[in-house]
């Protein structure tokens, strides 16, 4: 039973027992078709056996899969499966070779059905005969992968569609990375400017006040160690603040870079130029064997910085000042070192400019002098111990007085009467010029108010302004508060200033002249010919004076570059239509050519020195001519 069970299911083993009988041989066969027909009826993908290119069998499932209906499609060319017929004859030339080599083929292609729809399909072929593979025929397995394939496709796109997001963020990532480098890069290099900045001076690019103390600082302790010493040379330039109000701002910083590069090349790498101040600058000289090495490089500093400049269009000469320092004998700090050094250049200046000067008991004795004279000046004022002295001007035709001039003196309890020459320059830099210059214009205004008081003929009166003065905003005002308080007319108040300070910053010159001028007061231009004037301002500033300075007076005689100096002047005054004072006259000759060149009025020792108010009344009442 076992055996013909076994038999039974299997028709081929049992061939193999037995030589069957041929009714039994075709029901086996029978069975088989009818077996495999089942298979391929229920089978779940397209199965289809072609001959010649012809379908000569199909399953329902392909005849579904084609939209054709049952039975329709078998005894069609194979070609009716392909969306055309260049598809058809481009896969039968892909297939044919491999099928006659007896391999299988599997591929994927795009299929059409019926109605000319398409779809993915997924086709296995393998010939029944190698040899013969058209004639023998060949069979073909379809899927319709459409679903598959989209789901393949999808998730393609979506990988594709996420790599490109994690390379957007990626890339994204990457310049926000750049940008910070970037960023941290340009706050390193901001950092390092600050850091330059706080320790260098903006317009030359040299070391500062900060970075000079640290710098003495470092040369003192190793100079100690190695049992040398170091100095410290502090330079002024003389008369700078002439060139930079003259001139303007922009040739006085030309000016000082061009000093800077100069002092550079004076000093060994290792030592120090610093800038410390508008025209201040110190060299540290780190190691020197003594006093003689200062000596040489003072002396090369002066040799050096008096050379010409050329800046912009000007030619232009500067001397400086110098003081120097040296430690351990003088100092073993840096504070002490540098107070020291620039104690020692205020002396140089005070012997006459462009020399140099060591520090001394000597400049230790006169700057402590200078600092009680400071705290004095500040209780002058207080104090009431200013007085003003007035010395005549002449009008040359007729030898009488055409107005005097204010010059204010200090009665020191102690001292006796100090000349202005020596407070006026520590009041301008103490900024005590505004209280002393507010008090000679109250002080000089009273004064014409009493004389007139008393029926004098007053003539104006002269006052001197200086730079700081003149640049007060409230100028203006205070003059007329000043001359409304004495009850006095503008026109008995002339108001002298320098050259140098009318040359400074021209706009706003030119704004107060104005306003000072439509109030009735007179303005002169002190000092005229040691400044650097523009003729062009002169013609448009509202003046009514001229006063030549007193060194070209001096030589008049003798000098005939003076002399060529003073005539061009009154000339220049003439043309202008403005009136001309020749100041420093000491001697006849001197008015007489003055005389001669037709300057308007003269002030000087000939015709009367600066004098109490009680001397120069007589010049008032017209008691005292000087006939010229
Ligand atoms: P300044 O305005 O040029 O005044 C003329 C100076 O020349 C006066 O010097 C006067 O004494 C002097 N002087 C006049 N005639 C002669 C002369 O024939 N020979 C010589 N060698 N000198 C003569 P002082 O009084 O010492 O004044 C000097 C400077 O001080 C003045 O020069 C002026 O710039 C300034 N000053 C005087 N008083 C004042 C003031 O109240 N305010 C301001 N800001 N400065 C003043
Ligand atoms: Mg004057
Ligand atoms: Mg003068």
């Known amino acids: 039973m076992q055996v013909s069970n076994d038999l039974g299911s299997n028709p081929l083993a049992a061939q193999a027992c037995s ?22 009826q229920t089978a779940s993908i397209g199965i289809a056996f072609t001959r010649e290119l012809y379908f000569e069998h199909v399953n329902p499932r392909l005849e579904d899969m084609f939209g054709w209906p049952r039975g329709t499609l078998a005894g069609q060319l194979s070609q ?34 019926r109605d000319g729809s398409l779809f993915r399909g997924h ?65 390193r290099v901001a950092e390092c400017r600050i850091r330059h900045l706080a320790h260098h001076d903006s317009l030359t690019g040299l ?14 302790t190793q100079a100690r160690q190695r049992g040398r010493g170091c100095a410290v040379v502090f330079l002024d330039l003389d008369r700078f603040k002439t060139i930079n109000d003259s001139l303007g701002h922009g040739v006085g910083d030309g000016l000082l870079k061009a000093v800077a590069r100069r002092l550079a090349e004076v000093v060994r790498p290792t030592d120090t130029v610093a800038r410390v101040g508008g025209d201040e600058f110190v060299l540290l000289l780190a190691d020197i064997a003594g006093a003689d090495d200062a000596v040489h490089v003072a002396e090369r500093v002066l040799e050096r910085l008096s050379q010409p400049y050329r800046i912009e269009r000007h030619s232009l000469r500067i001397t400086p000042s110098i003081g120097i320092a040296l430690s351990p004998r003088d100092g073993d700090e ?12 205020y002396h140089a200046k005070a012997q006459g400019r462009q020399c140099f000067q060591f520090f001394t008991e000597n400049v230790l004795r006169s700057s402590s002098q200078r600092l009680q004279m400071e ?26 007085l055409s107005a005097t001039e204010a010059l204010v003196r200090w009665q020191h309890p102690e001292k006796g009467l100090v000349s202005p020459g020596e407070f006026i320059p520590l009041a301008e830099e103490t900024g005590l010029i505004h209280a002393i210059g507010d008090w000679v214009l109250r002080e000089a205004c009273r004064q014409q108010r009493l004389w007139r008081d008393r029926g004098l ?68 231009i002190d000092d005229f010919g040691t400044g650097y004037s523009s003729l062009a301002y002169l013609k448009r500033f509202p003046v009514d004076l001229l006063k030549i300075d ?62 109490p108010p009680e001397g120069v009344e007589q010049y008032i009442a017209g008691v005292c001519t000087m006939p010229v």
């Open 80 to 113: 009716v499966v392909f969306p055309s017929k260049a598809d058809f004859d481009e896969l039968f030339s892909y297939t044919q070779p491999l099928l006659m080599q007896g391999l299988a083929v599997d591929f994927e292609r795009e299929l059409a059905r």
């Open 123 to 187: 086709i296995r072929a393998n010939s029944v005969d190698p040899l013969r593979p058209r004639e023998s025929g060949v069979i073909w397995i379809v899927e319709d992968i459409t679903e598959h394939h989209r789901s393949v496709q999808e998730l393609q796109r979506v990988r594709d569609e996420l790599e490109m997001r994690v390379r957007e963020r990626t890339d994204a990532l990457a310049r926000a990375n750049e940008h910070l480098l970037n960023e941290i890069a340009e706050r």
């Open 550 to 611: 007193r060194s070209f007076v001096r030589d008049i005689h003798t000098d005939p570059d003076d002399a060529a100096i003073v005539r061009a002047i009154i000339g220049l005054a003439k043309s202008l239509g403005l009136q001309v004072v020749a100041e420093g006259v000491e001697t006849r000759e001197q008015a007489n050519f003055l005389n001669a060149t037709g300057c308007d009025e003269v002030q000087g020792f000939l015709f009367g020195r600066p004098m």
């Open 375 to 400: 705290n004095e000046l500040h209780g002058a004022v207080l104090h009431g111990e200013l007085r003003l002295h007035y010395q005549p001007r002449i009008e040359l035709a007729r030898g009488t």
């Open 334 to 345: 840096a504070e002490t070192l540098l107070g020291h050094a620039d104690a020692a250049m």
């Open 457 to 524: 003929p007053v003539k104006p009166v002269a006052v001197n302004l200086s730079a700081q003065q003149f640049r007060s905003r409230d100028l203006h005002d205070s003059i007329r508060r000043i001359l409304s308080d004495a009850r006095l007319p503008a026109h008995l108040l002339e108001l002298e200033i320098t050259e140098s300070t009318l040359m400074h910053n021209t706009g706003e010159t030119l704004d107060t002249l104005q306003r000072l001028a439509s109030s009735g007061v007179k303005i002169s």
């Open 207 to 220: 070391p500062n006040r900060r970075l000079l103390e640290q710098r003495v600082g470092e040369a003192l």
């Open 19 to 40: 030589a069957p009988s041929a009714d039994a041989r075709e029901q086996v066969l029978r069975r088989m078709a009818l077996n495999y027909e089942a298979i391929l």
